[in-house]
């Protein structure tokens, strides 16, 4: 199933566009499970805006609502991507660092170091994100 969201356009570039969020119900997919899936679309304030990076040429101008639509398997892979490198990252030298007997200092280091590596490489993994534009 397709997470849908409408969002009204504030700003259009040559290579991407920024959008704003509007309160609409749950969409079929997100019906399901009570809340909305998408949460980097999550509406904080009414004045939140979000970049959304166009690959195509395609029409469109400030003020006009359209419909973003991400495939339900896609994103779930994408957040599986965004979040456990992280975690591995962070977890990994901890438990190595216990067996090998590091101190704590250094499990501490090697956590943190862990997660700093892991965050970058989940920020390169998740950078072909897709998401539609139907109008």
Not at 26 to 41: F, I, K, P, Q, V
Not at 57 to 65: E, H, T
Not at 98 to 124: H, K, P
């Amino acid at each position: 199933m397709n997470c849908e969201k409408r969002v009204e356009v504030v700003a259009v570039m040559a290579d991407h566009c920024w959008v704003k969020p509007m309160s609409q119900p749950l969409c079929s997919a997100c019906t399901e499970l009570g809340r909305c899936r998408s949460d980097w679309l999550r509406q904080k304030t009414s004045d939140q805006t979000f970049e959304i990076p166009l690959n195509d040429p395609i029409s469109l101008s400030v003020g006009d609502v359209v419909t973003l639509s991400i495939d339900g398997q896609r994103f779930s892979s994408q957040l599986v991507k965004l979040y456990c490198p992280p975690l591995l990252g962070l977890v990994s030298p901890i438990v190595v660092g216990q067996f090998l007997e590091w101190s704590e200092t250094l499990q501490a280091g090697a956590g943190l170091l862990g997660l700093a590596l892991g965050w970058m490489f989940s920020q390169r993994w998740t950078r072909t994100f897709q998401i539609r534009i139907n109008r």
